[in-house]
């Protein structure tokens, strides 16, 4: 908090505007983790493993970038506080990149083609860190309270799914529909020049109205220490806010599922084509299945966390998704699933979208609440406020969906010895029977990591309520 004394509440509109931000990053990330590896393998003819090599490195860089770009932004004083000016200058470059990287040259070989990819996946998650890690940051300081913050985060979710899942939809129904006769669709180049252009104005538009659309909070947002800064003393005060043990829990934890989602993204497509055999019409309606899905996770979300507490809702949700998950292939590889174009199928994988989209989207919206409640809890032992740097775990997560997520699709996807320029139909049962044996194994093995870890988290209500309490002592919050 700043010397101007207690912010008045936050209102909806000031709480939608915030939210609307999310729209950007998660159009993006889900851009990237569905259509990226199947684009550039089956339509511009890379092979899988290169593109996923590509993401495994840009994710290193990210590891890099996301903390630092943190730290920086905890201790840049302006006239437009520590968030804002990173969010508004992300706008036009982010844009950008995304709408050219769905656009490479024809004619060109493969090395120029991965050199081409590199650069503009490295341009549109540069300008993403700078956008996504100060707008996650401004959750904790617009939300203090251990259920408002839960229900600011919820709010973001909605257009976290709007920009997903809701692209998504869009994205089949529309811009990479498949016609009549056959021709279109994922696996055409035409339809991705209207997408990325579309989705290039929402990222431009999203970021504009909410760095703007909270600008008035400003003077009552916390301000950076007026103090020398350098180098030696950055690197310490990281090591001293990263060491806290609930940080390091929730966000290997975090990473482990981000990790997951990103494998089920990036094998979607190659799943509902090939493995269950379905049109994109059927596509399209799972993606609609998973929008609605995700609305309902919003709304769990916060019935969870008062009833269990964040920690414990988030085991149970995690749990029940992902076992709800691989029931379907697990069916299918015991022989137990009805036959592949048959309505009692569809219905399966209708239920198994609906219930696991539900599942994770209360279980992330809990997450980024557990990794919001460490700012005062680290705050309480350093004395600073480091929002920007606890919640570059956050966006780095979201980019492990993208990066160590698509790697280990196309890893799989290797593994099964899946063909360039599949058809639907044609694949032989061997390789969708060795993409089964290896998708099932690794996502229960990822969220077994991850739930184990989980339990270690040491922040529940009565501590971060007694933190707050601490910090209003000392003048601090």
């Known amino acids: 908090m700043?010397?101007?004394?207690?912010?008045?509440?936050?209102?909806?509109?000031a709480k939608l505007l915030y939210a609307?931000?999310?729209?950007?990053?998660?159009?993006?990330?889900?851009?990237i983790s569905s259509f990226l590896v199947i684009f550039y393998n089956q339509v511009v003819g890379l092979p899988p493993q290169l593109v996923g090599g590509i993401l495994m490195i840009a994710l290193v860089f990210d590891a890099v970038l996301d903390p630092l770009v943190g730290q920086i932004s905890d201790n840049v004083r302006s006239r437009w506080g520590r968030r804002h000016p990173f969010m508004l200058v992300s706008a036009a470059p982010y844009a950008a990149a995304f709408f050219f990287l769905w656009n490479p040259p024809q004619g060109w070989s493969d090395g120029a083609?991965?050199?081409?990819?590199?650069?503009?996946?490295?341009s549109v998650r540069f300008f993403d860190t700078f956008f996504e890690v100060p707008h996650q940051a401004l959750a904790p300081e617009l939300a203090k309270g251990y259920d408002e913050r839960t229900n600011l985060i919820a709010l973001r979710q909605i257009?976290?799914?709007?920009?997903?899942?809701?692209?998504?939809?869009?994205?089949?129904?529309?811009f990479l529909k498949e016609r009549a006769d056959g021709s279109g669709g994922v696996l055409a180049r035409d339809g991705y020049f209207l997408y990325s252009m579309t989705g290039a104005l929402i990222i431009f538009a999203a970021i504009i109205l909410s760095t703007v659309g909270t600008a008035h909070r400003i003077p009552y947002l916390s301000?950076?220490?007026?103090?020398?800064?350098?180098?030696?003393?950055?690197?310490a005060e990281v090591a001293a806010t990263l060491g806290n043990r609930a940080f390091i829990v929730?966000?290997?934890?975090?990473?482990?599922?981000?990790?997951?989602?990103?494998?089920?993204?990036?094998?979607?497509?190659?799943?509902?084509?090939?493995?269950?055999?379905?049109?994109?019409?059927?596509?399209a309606v799972l993606a609609t299945m998973s929008l609605t899905g995700g609305l309902a996770g919003v709304a769990l979300a916060p019935v969870l966390g008062r009833a269990f507490g964040k920690k414990f809702g988030v085991l149970l949700a995690s749990t029940t998704g992902v076992v709800v998950h691989i029931t379907p292939m697990s069916m299918r590889m015991l022989g137990l699933a009805p036959e592949n174009e048959t309505t009692a199928l569809f219905l399966l994988l209708c239920s198994e979208e609906f219930a696991n989209a539900t599942l994770a989207a209360a279980s992330g919206i809990l997450t980024a609440s557990l990794i919001a409640d460490v700012v005062e809890d680290a705050q309480v032992r350093t004395g600073r406020r480091s929002e920007g740097l606890l919640l570059s775990a956050t966006a780095l997560v979201r980019k492990m969906v993208s990066g160590a997520g698509v790697f280990t699709a196309t890893t799989i996807l290797a593994f099964s010895q899946f063909p360039d320029d599949a058809k639907r139909g044609q694949v032989a049962e061997s390789v969708l029977t060795r993409l089964g044996l290896a998708y099932i194994p690794t996502m229960a093995g990822l969220y077994a990591i991850a739930i184990l870890l989980l339990f270690a988290y040491n922040i529940d209500r009565r501590r971060h309520e007694a933190n707050l309490e601490i910090l209003r002592s000392r003048g601090l919050n």
């Open 223 to 235: 301000t950076a220490p007026d103090r020398p800064i350098t180098f030696r003393g950055m690197f």
């Open 159 to 174: 257009f976290v799914l709007l920009g997903g899942a809701g692209m998504m939809v869009m994205a089949l129904q529309f």
């Open 20 to 31: 609307v931000g999310a729209t950007a990053t998660n159009l993006k990330h889900r851009a």
């Open 113 to 122: 083609l991965a050199i081409y990819l590199a650069i503009c996946l490295f």
């Open 2 to 13: 700043t010397e101007t004394g207690r912010a008045p509440p936050l209102g909806l509109g």
């Open 250 to 283: 929730v966000s290997l934890s975090g990473l482990f599922i981000a990790v997951a989602a990103g494998a089920k993204s990036g094998l979607d497509m190659y799943v509902g084509i090939y493995f269950w055999e379905l049109s994109q019409s059927q596509l």
